[in-house]
């Protein structure tokens, strides 16, 4: 070793650390900031869309999930949640908050298994509840990385570099991860769209996926050679590179340089929460500290080479990682099987943890943006001819001369679900309609969810929702608008808080009394 040292400083370069020190530390940085950043939605968005007087209660969920399993024992074993014992506005903030504070502290560069095992109860709370609002697959991905993320570390022992090292078999853990993470959104594209197949996906993808980024539309109006390349790329990111994650050194590294561009390349070119950073999370795995000593600064080289020099083994640490392992290998057939079945699923768990998961993306991808904009006004009769006002979203486009903003890795869980509606009808979304009552209520709350409130000072008289065609207007045209659209439909006729469609529908939900 000291010879490999004198080597490497001979030739300018810095200590060679043996092992995953560095690994683990980049890990968990990436890991606490994504941690971070979803109970920082969660502090601003759960009372909203789930609170006692939420869009979705959290109440009656449980009370519906109680009654359909018998009893709330049952219900906890199938969505374990903290949320069982306490589920008030007070409830959601607090497990919110403190999260938050420990993802803090786990950013920081402090962590050690027991703060990494309540984050991921934390999170899970959230997610077993949250309903549609949380039906996406990066949560249960989340919960899945911040499991295995547990026995990375020492029980207690929260400095950046513990003398105990990073166990190689929970390693290998986070490579399977990110090769059915892969395997699983290459599959699911190429067995789920010809747009995939014949390499034209990308021709629609920038302008009709969720929320559009400021480069998005610059991305849109690539030659049609340069899209079908970056096609070529996802292949070679999600139906190759994964078979290397495994393999030798070199191949390794490579297989994981590749996934982290590509992860990189859809940063750029939208707004899809934070999918792909917490994808680069187990990629990072591919990596040995040998790659990281040529990049990160030589004081934290150093430091690690310090801990690796003075480590000691943990037995109980040692066990308890082959423990993990064999019980993901267990529960990995039935992701596994899925992914080879030719009717696959995506983002589906298959036990209550959520501790081994199957995952995808757009298996299908639209040819053109659909976008539902809710519509108030005072006026006293609510026709075409009223004086109608939009309700501005944070992410998805109304205004057509505002440049997408940059919004992810944040999410905008109302953004997101209303991109869903805008490809189905409101009985495939009942929540819109109390939506409306909220938005005719001026609910503080609900219309925090908007970028603001067009009527700050009474509520509006009516509320309708439109259905438009969006698509992007070609840069440098005379007004300088970034898109045009076009009138579809009404897609929820106005009404008003006295209109009896409404609040008879409310009262059979159970929205109101």
Known sequence: MEVANILDSEFGGVPRVPGYWLTRFVILRLLGLMYATAFLVAINQLVPLIGANGLLPVGSYLQQVSAALGSNQAGFMRLPSLFWLWHSDTALLTVSWIGFALSCLVTAGYANALVLAVLWFLYMSIVHVGQLWYGYGWEIQLTETGFLAIFLCPLLDLRPFPRYAPPLTI????????????????????????????????????????????????????????????????????????????????????????????????????????????TIVPALACFDDGF????????????????????????????????????????????????????????????????????????????????????????EYPGDNASWKPYIYKGLPVALDKMPPQVAPYQLRLDWQMWFAAMASPNDYPWTVHLVWKLLHNDPAVVSLFAGNPFPGKPPRFIRAVLYRYSFAKPGNPKGLWWSRERISIWLPAMSVDDPRLTGFLKDAGWIR
């Open 171 to 278: 390693i290998i853990l986070f490579r399977w991860l990110i090769c059915r993470i892969m395997l699983g959104s290459g599959m699911i594209k190429y067995r789920g769209d010809e747009v995939w197949r014949n390499a034209t996906a990308l021709y629609y993808h920038f302008e009709t996926q969720p929320i559009p980024g400021p480069l998005s539309r610059w991305f849109h109006f690539l030659p049609h050679t340069v899209l079908k390349a970056g096609v070529w790329f996802n292949w070679l990111a999600e139906l190759i590179a994964p078979w290397f994650v495994f393999g030798p050194r070199l191949a390794r590294h490579i297989a994981g340089v590749v996934i982290v561009l590509f992860q990189l390349s859809i940063i750029l070119s939208g707004n899809l929460s934070f999918l792909n950073w917490l």
């Open 292 to 379: 990281w000593s040529a990049l990160l600064p030589r004081t934290l080289v150093r430091k690690a080479q310090a801990a690796a020099d003075n480590a000691v083994e943990s037995k109980p640490m040692r066990i308890t990682a082959w423990v993990v392992t064999a019980l993901v290998a267990l529960l990995s057939i039935q992701p596994a099987l899925n992914i080879l079945s030719s009717r696959q699923v995506m983002n589906n768990s298959y036990d209550p943890l959520d501790l081994v998961n199957t995952y995808g993306a757009f298996g299908s991808v639209g040819q053109e943006r659909l976008n539902v904009i809710f519509e108030g006004t005072s006026d």
